[in-house]
């Protein structure tokens, strides 16, 4: 006979015997936090704020390096400029162990893969690409030989002189070079992919702990004190290359690398220590990612990081006070909150933010913790911030006075704010008429326009709406129900006052927060409903800027444009129907500027002439939307107007202007592309005077 035995499941014998800690033990839901994952162990790596740190990896390490430096570490930098913003030198985000590891040999031995450059043309100039470093690009090979060479040392230099290395890696499937093995960063530019040369695989355990122990080798041979500390990315594959679903790959890879650290820390215990930033996002937090699902939160980041202090910061001289492993209690929550309300009451406003940096996770239950971080947005007049926390606060603690009291306070001032905003204009117009609407062929220079004009203190600009045209269509079907709108009552004036306030309420926020009068908003498909636009906002005005069609087209056709099914939009496919498109927009912008609806409300302007009489130019169009001229629009590369929208020109206008893209055209159509283009718009290129027949 077989029987069951059931050993003692509620007394957990096996805990009794072994004396296991409570962290063994797996969780119940109430108990799976962040303070759970603390462990009590007197081996783990201790650093202090004049502990020299570097970093390498995805783009957590992004994350990890701007909260040390915010917080004052001692963060090695070898580098600056484009490319440093995720490490310590410039290897940008570099995402699996392979390119890890080929950093370290480019520092260290001698990499010398076959493919030392790629030729790109990115749709402005021809560049040199380094294949092996994400997004860093060279004008020529002497700039490359030199910029390889410094970056050479400024890695050397960083990975031998600090204390601690950081590495976050992120990814296991890899593009590589079949006849060298060497890997790529990412999936080589359509442009330069050869399918004799270049190829796609899963990499494995064994390889990727491989990776991990010549990495060890190759930085205690050259740092013999070095400790590393490694963790694994939360950040999920933006997209898989297998024949498989996404999320499915995602798990396996994180797995994987997971286990292959895991098995890495282990064989190297004293000299390499696992932090659980993948554990926490992916395990603990409700909520951790931004919009798009995949980068990690601020505030996340923030929780993350605090736990990192309890882990392995210890006391320096500067009396930097933190939380210690089994130290999260009351009496310290205390001590904090009391500190940081003694620092706002001194002004002290930096000092009060990172104190409540470092407790928010264990102090978010706290009425104190929430008081203190309206009066920090008070006191540094960040009102609509204040407003926010205030509205959320006071849904958890309905009956506090003073939270009423601020909410009254704070609803004052941002009342005062929209209100003295239009006021304080040269003119008082009305949000819901003046907007400027900027439109063109794509590829035109609509882009180059908008931040100018986002640079003058009157204007405010975002980036693309895009929903424009969408919204113009339900308008359209909505005037055409003739029946309907009678039944209803639905006036023209009624249709478009309700569309002109639906439109501009969307961009209210954004003006408000940015203390300007008008909104400029940028997409070039405005060109196509400006009638309509017209009808809405009754004193709205437009800019059309055109550009040489064969530019446009030659610049297209380099664009990885998709429409929401994934497939390439129609013309980016080649010169012809680029061309034709061209013609199509630029025709249909000209043709409805004639409209008398329309008339002196639209003003055309040739990107060649901004970008050879910018001033000029630039103070016309001013005098047309009726503004004072501001000097900031041709410094718009050094005004700072928040975070600019990254969009497909986003590289290109962050510098100052140049004429380099101007006749672009002839360095890259053959004789075929010119027949094309002249087939479908060499007539319109006549008329607007580009050429003066269509012999060229």
Request: glycine share 2%; hydrophobic share 35%.
């Amino acid at each position: 006979m077989v029987y069951l035995y059931n050993p003692d499941r509620k007394g957990l014998s096996e805990v009794q015997i072994l004396k296991l800690e409570p962290w063994r033990i797996y969780p119940r839901e109430e108990e799976l936090n962040n303070s759970f994952l603390k462990l009590d162990n007197k081996k783990l790596l201790k650093i202090n704020k004049e502990t020299k740190i570097a970093s390498i990896g995805s783009c957590f390490a992004r994350e990890i390096k701007k909260w040390l430096i915010h917080n004052d570490y001692s963060f090695i930098q070898t580098a600056s400029g484009p490319g440093t913003e995720p490490g310590s030198a410039r290897y940008d985000r570099v995402y699996n162990t392979f390119t890890i590891l080929q950093e370290f040999k480019r520092a260290f031995q001698d990499f010398s893969p076959v493919e030392k450059y790629w030729e790109y043309n990115d749709g402005e100039e021809w560049r040199l690409l380094d294949p092996y470093r994400r997004m860093i690009a060279w004008e020529n090979k002497n700039e490359m030989e030199f910029e390889l060479k410094e970056h050479k040392n400024n890695v050397y230099q960083a990975f031998t002189t600090c204390d601690v290395l950081i590495i976050t890696v992120g990814q296991s499937e890899i593009w590589y070079n079949k006849v060298d093995g060497s890997v790529y960063p990412l999936v080589p530019p359509t442009q330069i992919f050869n399918k004799e040369t270049h190829s796609f695989r899963q990499s494995t355990f064994e390889e990727n702990l491989s990776n991990l122990n010549e990495i060890r080798r190759l930085y205690n041979k050259f740092n013999p004190n070095g400790k590393i500390i490694i963790t694994v990315s939360p950040v999920p594959l933006r997209a898989t290359f297998q024949e498989t679903n996404s999320v499915i790959a995602n798990v396996a890879n994180k797995s994987m690398l997971r286990a292959a650290v895991e098995t890495f820390v282990k064989d190297n215990s004293e000299s390499v220590f696992y932090f659980p930033a993948y554990e926490i996002v992916t395990l603990l937090e409700e909520d951790p990612y931004e919009i798009d699902n995949r980068h990690v939160k601020k505030e996340t980041v923030d929780e993350i990081m605090s736990l990192f202090e309890s882990y392995y910061v210890v006391n320096t001289n500067s009396n930097h006070e933190l939380f210690n492993s089994n130290d999260v209690t009351r009496r310290k929550i205390n001590y904090f909150l009391s500190k940081a309300s003694s620092e706002l009451d001194n002004n002290n406003l930096d000092k009060v933010e990172k104190i409540l940096n470092k407790i928010s996770f264990f102090a978010a239950n706290e009425l104190d913790f929430h008081l203190i971080s309206i009066k920090l947005d008070i006191r540094k007049k960040d009102y609509y911030d204040a407003e926010n926390k205030l509205l959320e606060a006071s849904k958890r603690w309905k009956e506090n006075k003073e939270l009423k009291n601020l909410l009254i306070e704070v609803k004052n001032e941002t009342s005062t704010i929209k209100e003295s905003i239009p006021h304080n204009a040269k003119k008082n117009h009305n949000v819901n008429d003046d907007i400027v609407f900027i439109g063109g062929a794509g590829r035109s220079g609509t882009t180059l326009l908008r931040v100018m004009l986002n640079a003058h203190h009157r204007f405010a600009s975002g980036p693309e709406f895009k929903a424009i045209n969408n919204i113009i269509e339900v308008y359209n079907q909505i005037k055409n129900y003739k029946d309907i709108r009678k039944s209803y009552d639905i006036s023209d004036e009624i249709l478009s006052n309700s569309f002109s306030t639906l439109i501009a309420s969307f961009f209210e926020n954004f003006r408000i927060k940015n203390q300007a009068a008008r909104i400029v908003e940028k997409t070039p498909h405005n060109v196509l409903v400006m009638k309509e636009l017209a009808e809405i906002f009754p004193k709205a005005k437009f800019i059309h800027v055109v550009r040489d069609g064969r530019d446009v087209a030659s610049s297209l056709v380099n664009m990885k444009w998709v429409d929401s099914f994934g497939n390439p939009v129609w013309y980016v496919k080649d010169i012809r129907n680029a061309a034709k498109y061209w013609n199509i927009v630029v025709r249909k912008g000209l043709e409805d500027a004639s409209l008398p609806i329309l008339n002196d409300r639209v003003k055309l302007i040739k990107y060649e002439d901004l970008i050879l009489h910018t001033e000029d130019v630039m103070k016309d169009i001013l005098a047309f939307l009726d503004e004072d001229w501001d000097p900031n629009v041709l410094q718009y590369h050094q005004i700072e107007r928040g975070e600019e929208p990254v969009e497909s020109s986003t590289n290109q206008v962050s510098k100052q202007i140049n004429s380099k893209a101007l006749k672009r055209w002839k360095k890259t159509y053959n004789s075929k592309d010119k027949e094309e283009f002249k087939s479908e718009a060499g007539k319109l290129l006549t008329e607007l005077g580009y050429e003066s027949n269509t012999d060229w």
